[in-house]
């Protein structure tokens, strides 16, 4: 096994991990529509990084912060909701990101590939990264873990127990801006979303019990990941591309099968 693929698989296994956490923060909180935006919002950050010579994954991690600080103030404000705020940073920092692409004719390569990813050119340093997000993540389960759930499920009781929203939700933000950040070399802004909240879509289909959900999250996760890693490998196609169809592929299926199984079933399981 060569040392790219070497790469290219520790990247997916720490995704597909990364992912169940992350995921699963996300689906109980509703912010499918906000991880969409910061994946295509956060693209300027990587544009900005290419620009100036720098670690893209950097770019694109500090610019997140700083969309999801934005973010998280003008939800904050009257009349402003949290879904508005989101589309006009979606379509605002995604419209920046490719005007700053114009500025840079000489490495709109190097950018159209952080538009789509590339597992399979990954660096060192960008396994790395996932990994230190990764560690935070669970260090941000293991302390918060309990406060999320309940801020997830119960606001108004969260609030009325005496406990700061606005720091909970900011902390939920921002581990969503760092998996969105170091997604983006393997799977790309685009693509990312996909693998963020696939596995623990299809996890909260299959499991109503919070306990079951982030660990079966992470089973599909890893499967999706290195599943779509395979088939690249094995037929030649762009690898984003099949981790993420393979992502959607298992949705569908347990979506559909779902669908159609019998409700007196269900109630008596």
Known sequence: MSEFYQLALTEAILLGLLSAITGTVVVLRRRAFFTVALTHAAFPGGVIAALLGI????????????????????SRVRRQGKQVATGVVLTGGFALG?????????????????????ILTVSRTDVIATAAVLAAAIVVVAGWGK???????????????GFAAFGIDLLALGLIAGTVAVAMPAVGSILAVAIIVGPAATARLLTGRIALLMPLAA?????????????SR????????????????????????????????????
């Open 55 to 74: 670690n893209v994954v950097l770019g694109a991690g500090v610019f997140s912060i700083v969309l999801v600080i934005a973010l998280a103030l003008l």
């Open 98 to 118: 490719m005007v700053l692409q114009s500025l840079l004719p000489a490495q709109a390569n190097s950018v159209d590939t952080f538009l789509v990813g590339s």
């Open 147 to 161: 406060q999320l759930v309940f801020s997830s499920f119960d606001p108004s009781g969260y609030r009325a127990a």
């Open 219 to 231: 089973v599909i996760g890893v499967m999706s990941a290195v599943g779509g890693l395979e088939i």
């Open 234 to 269: 094995h037929w030649n196609v762009a690898a984003g591309g099949a981790i993420t169809l393979l992502a959607a592929a298992i949705f569908t299926v347990v979506a559909v099968a779902t669908a159609l199984r019998p409700r007196g079933r269900t109630a008596a399981a």
